[in-house]
């Protein structure tokens, strides 16, 4: 190891060090809450020299993992494959130790010991609230995002009358352990009884203090560790984020609901989405309908003018929530040639609520896809506790005076057509159709975020350029038995599992993701027997509601407040 | 060729934000008063919040729920 690797470049620093992976340089980090010290020379070399992503040197261990970040887009981030990029400075991976803490180890000890501001404005102490639906939930290690999800969830009706049964006996199970139905009542019961929501005098805020204790909190491990299983993020003991969490959730709860006779807690966020297309040219129009939990709303970012030219951050314009969800239901024009007129004019798009749900969850990005990365900007969004009328975005459907476009050629085929809309924006980005067809394939076809990270997850996949191949001869491979069995205690049976296993090269998740999209029973060459397997069960109705007036009010807010712990 | 590969290495997670504390504000009857209140949940600790005005402005999910 060259020498220069041992101390900061600018100063007498000789840990927190941080080298350039563009250039070499070694400087020393910010200083750290937790008395990790440091004067910023690394940052001030990334500013200078305009060279991003630094590597954390004492965090690099031999298995490749190491703190790097980058400057740029002032986030974490990974480098798979660091090892070639060090051994381009001299370092051997393969001998490296690692001495110091990593980020994320420090950002646990933070979590774990970290007062999130128990005090008001004026100093008082916040009052500890104590009784049946006030159980807190103690942190297992940078689980707070999950520990946030399940309090929303658990105070709606929906959820409590479903999984909290004080009077009945646990469901009948050989496997408690790994049974959602089990790890859900007993998550319920611990909330909702009231009998871990007390007091905890061995928590004293401090050792003279005359307040009324915290409580001790449940721990959820073994519910955090069955809804990770198999996932490659939630498995883990790193940072998630919250709203990948609750459509996790909504995911497994209502596959773990198809065996059961009791409603399904989660339709209670279901509702359909109208998708109105219509020709600028001819006029002639198509609907969609998609059924969804949850809308996600882009704030618009109108930067306000700084001050006094001194701030670091951008400050923005604050928005109101109307105006979020007058913006989602707006006119759009979309770039696509009319089927109907053969015109290149465009489309006017306009997506409704054909129906509302009981409870509407609502992700306010703001963010930016800057060069690549997806930049949060802290834009405020405007909401109070007052009734807000939906009923203006509620589509009163088709006009008897609109004329339909003509269906795409080639219907009737099974093979995948991509949403083309998504497409689209997807290759405005600048992904290859292949590629955006590819990760709408494996995401469900509905979503942009998803597909869009699936891409930046999947982009040195051997496979990516290859074709969607939905019915070309897939030849049944043998899949884990122990997928297969994942799914089937999930509510998905081995048949299906087995398909969906296929379609999605083996993986467990984006298996899950392809049975929501390919319900049982819509494959043509398995309708009968599947029909016969489940019997005829009732239509299922369409969720959501189409009365008015449609009056909803704020029940719950997912923050994130940071200590926010400066990197590199 | 560096870039590309930190970009690839974003996990199925597009904006991982390791540096973040999650927490959850929900309107609930406290109990043994008619007091409807904004309650945060911070983990084990369950307070009565105060003034969430800021906390609203810069909420990552928002659930809203049909009052009629």
Not at chain 2, 45 to 55: G, H, L, Q, R, T
């Amino acid at each position: 190891m060259i020498l220069g690797l041992k101390q900061c470049s600018s100063c007498e620093l000789k840990e927190n060090l941080w080298l350039c992976l563009e250039c070499g340089n070694v400087g020393c980090g910010r200083s750290q809450f937790g008395g990790v010290g440091g004067n910023s020379h690394a940052l001030a070399h990334a500013d200078s020299s305009s060279h991003g992503v630094a590597v954390k040197l004492g965090s690099i261990t031999p298995e490749g993992s190491a703190d790097i970040y980058c400057y740029k887009c002032n986030e974490e981030r990974i480098d798979p494959s660091l090892a070639a990029h060090l051994a381009h400075w001299g370092i051997n991976i393969a001998e490296s130790e690692k001495t110091e803490k990593s980020l994320m180890e420090l950002q646990v000890e933070q979590n774990l010991k970290w007062e999130f501001s128990m005090t008001t404005d004026d100093g008082s102490v916040l009052q500890p609230v104590f009784g049946p639906g006030f159980t807190g939930l103690k942190n297992l290690g940078n689980s707070c995002y999950l520990a946030s999800i399940v309090q929303c969830l658990f105070a709606l009706p929906e959820f409590q009358q479903r999984y909290f049964r004080p009077n009945e006996d646990p469901p009948q199970t050989n496997n408690p352990a790994e049974d959602l139905e089990t790890q859900l009542r007993k998550l319920a019961d611990g909330l909702l009884s009231g009998r871990y929501s007390k007091p905890d005098s061995e928590i004293s805020v401090q050792p003279e203090s005359v307040e009324v204790p915290h409580q001790r909190g449940l721990a959820p491990a073994m519910f955090k560790h069955l809804i990770g299983r198999g996932h490659e993020e939630f498995s883990t003991m790193r940072q998630q984020d919250a709203f990948e969490l609750l459509l996790h959730l909504f995911k497994l709860i209502t596959l773990s609901n198809r065996t059961e006779s009791s409603a399904n807690p989660v339709d209670s966020f279901r509702f359909v989405l109208e998708q109105r297309l219509q020709c600028l040219d001819c006029s002639k129009v198509r609907y969609r309908y998609d059924e969804q939990d949850n809308i996600s709303v882009q704030v618009p970012a109108r930067p306000l003018a700084s001050e006094n030219g001194l701030e670091t951050t951008a400050r923005y314009e604050s928005v109101t929530m109307k105006e979020c969800l007058d913006i989602f239901t707006g006119d759009e024009v979309v770039e696509l040639k009319c089927p109907g007129c053969g015109s290149n004019k465009g489309f006017r798009k306009r997506s409704l609520f054909k129906s509302l749900p009981q409870h509407l969850v609502i992700n306010a990005r703001r963010f930016e896809l800057i060069n690549w990365v997806p930049t949060k900007l802290n834009i405020p969004v405007e909401i109070n506790d007052d009734d807000m009328d939906m009923g203006a975005y509620l589509s009163s459907g088709p006009l008897p005076t609109e004329e339909f476009l003509p269906e795409d050629a080639a219907t009737g085929t099974p093979a995948f057509s991509a949403n083309i809309e998504l497409v689209q924006q997807l290759a405005s980005m600048g992904f290859s159709q292949v590629r955006c067809e590819n990760a709408l394939y494996a995401t469900g076809n509905s979503d942009l975020e998803s597909a869009m990270n699936w891409l930046l997850a999947h982009l040195d996949d051997p496979d990516i350029d290859k074709p969607v191949s939905v019915n070309s001869g897939v030849t049944p491979t043998e899949h884990d038995i122990e997928k297969i069995q994942q799914l089937g205690e999930m509510g998905i049976d081995a048949k299906q599992a087995s398909r969906a296993l296929s379609a999605t090269g083996g993986d467990v998740n984006r298996a899950l993701d392809w049975v929501f999209s390919h319900p049982e029973g819509s494959d043509d060459d398995n309708e009968m027997s599947t029909a016969q397997e489940t019997g005829s069960t009732a239509q299922p109705e369409t969720p959501g509601k189409t009365d008015l007036p449609a009056k909803y009010t704020l029940q719950s807010l997912v923050c994130h407040k940071g200590g926010s712990l400066h990197a590199g | 060729m560096l870039g590309k590969s930190l970009q690839a290495g974003l996990s199925n997670n597009g904006m991982l934000t390791f540096n973040r504390h999650y927490v959850a504000f929900l309107k609930r009857k406290i109990p043994q008063s008619d007091e409807v209140a904004w309650v945060l949940y911070n983990d084990e600790k369950v307070v009565k919040a105060d003034n969430i005005e800021e906390m609203k402005q810069f909420a990552y999910i928002y659930i809203l729920s049909r009052s009629n």
